[in-house]
């Protein structure tokens, strides 16, 4: 695998590969996980080059949030994708990526930004948006991969390459989650001992949501506030349980087929996220 810090580097080493060879781009945060080599797995049966990226990016951050001390594991990391086949890893400074303050962003729409994750981490998908356009300039990609667990995330990434055409595919990776069924996530790590055993109840809590809806009760409200009780009993800070429509993460009408639960909780200092398609 070859490691770029620089832009202009990574350009040449692509370049050099000749035409007509096809990129998958898998951008990443370091913190590497099992979730996270699937993607690179999953990418290379789209594409003859594997480009994964390791950038913490502070735009998406908002103040008091945890960009200071969000893990970074570089050599582990490394090594985590030499064995996942990947051939290129840029790994940018800051100053690489952001030599002066960013002036342009890409703004997601209200409808897509101020909901859900947007509604608690004002400004994230923008800081997302921007970077991920960043990076779609600076690879070229033919296509991207994303994992489904930052469900709304993949939305708005979907949504920005549809409408500035990108020619970019955009491929979701099912969540890997661990034995217990706690969804894989970097931040996982923050969880004391006694917060991981707790920790795989979001994932319970949501599975119940949906096994109701399965099973015919279409009182949405109702499931959510259950769900949200359950979990604040259990000691957790629920941001929102949520019912929405797959496809723009809308709230659905009653009886609307194609639906996803999505969670937020803290449980003690940690902010987990999970979601299940129905
Ligand atoms: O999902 C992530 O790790 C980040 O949001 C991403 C897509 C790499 C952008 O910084």
Known sequence: MQVHETIAGLRAALKSAGPGKRVALVPTMGNLHDGHIALM???RGHADTVVATIFVNRLQFRPGEDFDSYP?????????LEAAGVDHLFAPTEAEMYPRPQGYHVVPPAEQDG??????????????ATVVMKLFQIVGPDVALFGK??????????????DLNLPIEIVGGETVRAGDGLALSSRNGYLSAEE???APHLNRAITKVVAAIRAGNADFAG??????????AAGWRP???????????QLPPAHESGLVVLAAARLGSTRLIDNLEV
């Open 41 to 43: 797995t999953q990418a």
């Open 72 to 80: 970074r594991t570089f050599q582990a990391d490394c090594g985590k």
């Open 115 to 128: 909901i859900l994750e947007g509604e608690f981490r004002p400004g994230h998908f923008r800081g997302v």
């Open 149 to 162: 667990k930052d469900y709304q995330q993949l939305m708005v990434i979907r949504n920005m390459v549809a």
């Open 196 to 198: 991981r055993a707790e």
């Open 223 to 232: 499931l959510e506030r259950d769900a949200v009780a359950e979990l604040t």
């Open 239 to 249: 941001d929102y349980i949520a019912i929405r429509k797959k496809t723009d993460l």
